[in-house]
């Protein structure tokens, strides 16, 4: 069971969408409050700088770093009439200083890096995505394959699609009708008239149009008809959603709930350890193994481990297990933290082709919903896969995590001897070219206790070569591998030496800033914001089936029920029919296993639950033979046999009769020559539905 989750925390500023199955989390999305949502803005920006080098210009479109346009985003129709037509051009026969320009914002900052801007301007619907300036682009989605595919073609070329664009079916396209598309294209149309004429009213730079906030994105981007619910923790963004899904979807309206219990949202569903997780560097796999990410500033490197994996018959069948656990985990795990960029998975060894082919299968699957752009190539003979997945937005770490101010990032420190060592060599490299008459040198704690007792003899021996006064001050505020030297004078000059040791003490500054002092930070509103349409999305109508076709199927239907209710009971009244099997003995006879030679019954006579098996005669004569004493006594009384009247009693198929006859006793001789036509003889009646079949001497 699919579920949309939106967790609108109101006192902690964020609001959260968890697209989860079960209680399993595959996709999560957070927006703050004090963060600006740039990814799908629109605005006017104006060009300051053309870099020829990097054949791009850097834009100023707001507050913030400028962005990077590369001449490969810029739209034709910036371009010179005398230039459209080439195609080797420079950016600075293209653009000029101060042109304004409508841009898109495709990726935002990220490190030192500005913001990725584009002239080809795309706005997004629930079905389509329109392309306002881009006619050559557009299509279905490379998801949608077969006979859907083509039924789209055939509306695509039906729709009324102005001259100089071009639209992209989407995925939740598929299965709507032409009139449904064409209410969609003609929202997206509305949207970017508004958007055009805003531009032509505004200067440089200014914001246009803004993307809907992350509640409505989810919406529009995720809900689908096999979202079973849609469950909000918050009454106006539950409000806001509802009237919007009415508009769009009103056959899905039903499904969006308000969540009103005490226990919060995301701990009902099991999700807030799901979020911490994806914040670790391992994860643990179902079998006992374990995947180790870790990111790099070139790329993101995945290290599968077996480590407790020990299921499967031999090693190479636990690496392929742990291998596929992995390839599945990753898939999960990359679209949580929402990494992009370059990856190099390390899998296990595995010797064999087959093995490594299941695996790069079952991780091309893992992918087949995931909106992001992936790519990927084979498995190397050192048991690497390279691939690259499209960055949507910002990593979730980036949000949630900071660099380690100790470490600086690097992951790993220095130890106290390695370290101590190498403040000793900055001090005699840097005593042996200034020589300065005092050296202060103001270290961790546990770094000076090893520099003073350890290596006291190397103190003095600075000391005395180079003619200097050397302090070692422990400054507990300060930890490895942070240290500060000062050096004052020359030598054979006087230093200042009238301060003690201990008030050389330098206490950290303050990092942070009073709240008074911090300047607000004003957001710049959009002009345009989100529309919402004015008129309810079409919905196909289905035919009501006429009073014949009703009728037919209910007369089926209870025609079918009948037959199953007559098989059930036929089930547990009779056993299923054998078919003849072939005798060991005497291979050119076939018998009817246990039962006997029978005939399948009759559909129409009544079923009736097997008697006792029948009992050889041989069997008797040879029990008799055993016991001839207790025989005789038996013998001598009167043997009367009581038979159904309406049935008769049913032989079993006879074998060959052997020469040797068997050997009975005198007292039922007599007996057994009435019956020395046939061979078995049963105890008690058969079933009526079984025919006689006997075999005359």
């Given at each position: 069971m699919e579920r949309i989750l939106i967790n609108n925390d109101k006192i902690k500023e964020q609001i959260r969408v968890a697209h989860i199955e079960?209680?399993?989390?595959?996709?999560?999305e957070v927006e703050y409050a004090e963060k600006e949502q740039k990814i799908g803005s629109i605005c006017n920006a104006e060009i300051i700088s053309i870099e020829p080098s990097l054949e791009a210009a850097f834009v100023k479109f707001g507050s913030g770093r400028n962005g990077f346009l590369p001449l490969k985003e810029i739209a034709v129709e910036y371009f010179p009439e005398k230039f459209r037509n080439q195609r080797n051009i420079s950016i600075k026969d293209v653009l000029f200083e101060g042109q304004k320009i409508l841009v898109q914002i495709n990726k935002e900052e990220r490190g030192t890096k500005g913001a990725a801007l584009s002239t080809y301007?795309?706005?997004?619907?629930?079905?389509l995505v329109l392309m306002p300036n881009n006619p050559k682009a557009g299509g279905i989605s490379r998801r949608i394959e077969g006979d859907e595919r083509g039924e789209l073609r055939n509306i695509l070329d039906n729709l009324k699609i102005p001259e100089g664009m071009g639209i992209i079916i989407r995925t939740a396209g598929v299965g709507k009708s032409l009139e449904e598309l064409q209410w969609?294209?003609?929202?997206?149309?509305?949207?970017?008239?508004?958007?055009?004429?805003?531009?032509?009213?505004?200067?440089?730079?200014?914001?246009?149009?803004?993307?809907?906030?992350?509640?409505?994105?989810?919406?529009?981007?995720?809900?689908?008809?096999?979202?079973?619910?849609?469950?909000?923790d918050d009454p106006l963004t539950f409000e806001k959603v509802h009237n919007y899904i009415e508009k769009v979807k009103p056959n899905l309206a039903e499904r969006v709930t308000l969540y009103q219990d005490a226990v919060p949202l995301f701990s009902r569903f099991q999700i807030e350890r799901q979020i911490d997780s994806a914040l670790q560097r391992k994860v643990k796999l179902p079998s006992g193994g374990e995947i180790v990410i870790d990111r790099t500033e070139a790329l993101t490197t995945i290290d599968v481990n077996s480590a407790q994996a020990t299921k499967g018959g031999d090693i190479e069948?636990?690496?392929?297990?742990?291998?596929?656990?992995?390839?599945k985990e990753i898939a999960k795990q990359l679209r949580i933290r929402d990494l992009g960029g370059l990856f190099v998975i390390d899998f296990i060894d595995m010797e064999t082709d087959s093995g490594r082919s299941k695996v790069e299968d079952c991780l091309r699957d893992a992918f087949k919903n995931d909106r992001a752009r992936v790519q990927?190539?084979?498995?190397?003979?050192?048991?690497?896969?390279?691939m690259s997945r499209q960055r949507l937005r910002s990593a979730l770490n980036e949000a949630h995590q900071i660099i380690c101010p100790r470490c600086h990032g690097q992951g790993s420190i220095r130890n106290v001897k390695s370290h101590a060592l190498t403040i000793l060599n900055v001090i005699e490299e840097k005593a042996l070219k200034e020589k300065p008459a005092q050296i202060h040198a103001q270290v961790p704690v546990n770094v000076a206790t090893y520099m003073?007792?350890?290596?006291?003899?190397?103190?003095?021996?600075?000391?005395?070569?180079?003619?200097?006064?050397?302090?070692?001050?422990?400054?507990?505020?300060?930890?490895?591998?942070?240290?500060?030297?000062?050096?004052?004078?020359?030598?054979?000059?006087?230093?200042?030496?009238?301060?003690?040791?201990?008030?050389?003490?330098?206490?950290?500054?303050?990092?942070?800033?009073?709240?008074?002092?911090?300047?607000?930070?004003?957001?710049?509103?959009?002009?345009?914001?989100?529309?919402?349409?004015?008129?309810?999305?079409?919905?196909?109508?289905?035919?009501?089936p006429s009073s014949l076709i009703t009728f037919l199927k209910q007369l089926f239907s209870q025609k079918k029920e009948t037959e199953k209710h007559t098989n059930n009971t036929r089930r547990t009244t009779s056993r299923p029919y054998k078919r003849p099997q072939q005798n060991r003995r005497n291979p050119n006879t076939r018998t009817g296993g246990a039962q006997g030679n029978f005939r399948k019954p009759s559909s129409r006579t009544p079923n009736r639950p097997l008697r006792k098996r029948p009992v050889r005669q041989q069997n008797i004569d040879a029990k008799e033979e055993r016991n001839p004493i207790k025989n005789q006594i038996v013998s001598q009384q009167p043997k009367?046999?009581?038979?159904?009247?309406?049935?008769?009693?049913?032989?079993q198929k006879t074998e060959a009769v052997t020469p040797q006859k068997p050997v009975v006793s005198p007292a039922v001789q007599k007996e057994d020559k009435k019956v020395v036509t046939k061979k078995y003889q049963f105890q008690e009646a058969a079933p009526e539905n079984y025919e006689m079949v006997e075999t005359k001497k």
């Open positions: 079960g209680n399993d989390l595959y996709d999560l301007i795309s706005l997004a619907g629930c079905y969609d294209l003609d929202v997206l149309l509305n949207l970017w008239e508004a958007v055009r004429q805003a531009s032509k009213n505004h200067g440089a730079p200014f914001l246009i149009h803004q993307e809907s906030d992350i509640a409505i994105r989810a919406i529009r981007d995720h809900l689908r008809p096999d979202i079973e619910e849609i469950i909000i069948e636990t690496a392929l297990n742990t291998n596929i656990e992995a390839a990927m190539i084979r498995i190397s003979r050192f048991g690497l896969l390279e003073l007792n350890e290596q006291r003899s190397a103190l003095e021996k600075i000391e005395t070569l180079y003619k200097t006064n050397l302090f070692i001050i422990p400054n507990p505020y300060i930890d490895t591998p942070e240290y500060h030297i000062r050096y004052i004078g020359t030598s054979g000059g006087k230093g200042n030496t009238s301060a003690a040791s201990f008030e050389l003490l330098t206490a950290p500054k303050i990092a942070f800033e009073p709240e008074t002092q911090k300047e607000t930070v004003v957001k710049a509103e959009p002009f345009i914001k989100h529309i919402v349409p004015t008129k309810q999305a079409p919905t196909k109508k289905r035919k009501k009367t046999t009581t038979r159904p009247t309406e049935t008769k009693p049913i032989p």
